[in-house]
């Protein structure tokens, strides 16, 4: 129990949400839409009503509002269970490129929506140079959804505007983890009263969030981890790392050898 309370103390600081701005192009979105004329529900018949005759929403210029014939996902990191219901998309006949880090295919049957006949996602993080999503939003207009942690669409909403459109999962596994023979962390105050180096991300704002509220100070910021546990292994645990309590947890209590030889509890 009192595991999960700090988990989820420190996860609400950021929860998934897949962001877009639109199916259209920026004209598109840009221009009025213009839909069926109102109707008054006391004086329609509904015997005579047929919803397949009505006439769907168009642009301006009378194209229909559809989404894009290829739907393109920017994930956040590499392909992992986390994006599990994402690569479902794509029904059995999805292909791998090696090279670009990119699966992509026909979609499901059972997802096929707005004229949507193919999925490309591709992989973020290390993939593409560790360059924020929102910045590959911003310069690729190929893009149409990005894994986008919530507390970094409003960090960019002013340089990016973005629409969250759908949440991934219900609670966001990010977190902070330590070795809990050197340090004792309770709460996230305890981060900055530890005096503990904290390895992670650069630009990821839930950092500066706990630099803002004194929880941590910025001497404590280390912002060159690339997701590798070489400097936990190299220093034996004796700072704070961000990671996944999907992920990293299990790596390091029963894969990694960090500590005299062998893997260790972490907490987190």
């Known amino acids: 129990m009192k595991r999960s309370r700090k988990a989820t103390a420190l996860a609400l600081l950021a929860g998934f949400s897949l962001v877009a701005a639109a199916c259209g192009d920026d004209e598109e979105s840009g221009s009025d839409t213009t839909a069926p004329a109102a109707t008054d529900p ?23 509002a559809i989404c894009p014939t290829n739907l393109v996902i920017q994930t956040d990191w590499w392909p992992e269970l986390e994006h599990g219901g994402t690569y479902q998309l794509i029904g059995p006949d ?5 090279a670009n880090f990119i699966y992509s295919g026909p979609i499901a049957d059972a997802y096929k ?11 973020g993080g290390d993939a593409v140079g560790f360059t924020p999503v929102a910045s590959l939003l911003e310069t690729d207009d190929d893009i149409t959804f990005g894994y986008i942690n919530l507390s970094d669409v409003f960090a960019d909403a ?34 900055g009263a530890s005096g503990a180096e904290v390895l992670h991300f650069d630009g990821v704002a839930y950092v500066d969030y706990l630099i803002a509220k004194g929880d941590m100070s910025a001497d404590q910021s280390n912002p060159s981890y690339g997701g590798a546990p070489d400097t936990w292994v190299a220093q034996g645990g004796n ?29 987190y």
């Open 42 to 64: 006391a004086t329609t018949d509904p015997a005579t009503t047929d919803p397949a005759t009505t006439e769907p929403m168009t642009t301006d210029g009378g194209e229909e």
């Open 94 to 98: 999805g292909t791998a490129d090696a």
């Open 113 to 123: 929506v707005g004229g949507i006949e193919t999925v490309e996602i591709r992989a």
């Open 158 to 191: 002013a340089r990016v505007p973005m629409v969250a459109v759908a949440k991934t999962l219900d609670q966001d596994p990010q977190m902070l983890m330590w070795d809990p023979a050197q340090l004792d962390i309770s709460t996230p105050a305890d981060i």
């Open 239 to 267: 700072f704070i790392q961000q990671g996944f309590a999907t992920n990293e947890v299990y790596k390091y209590e029963n894969e990694i050898a960090w500590k005299d030889g062998a893997p260790a509890p972490v907490d």
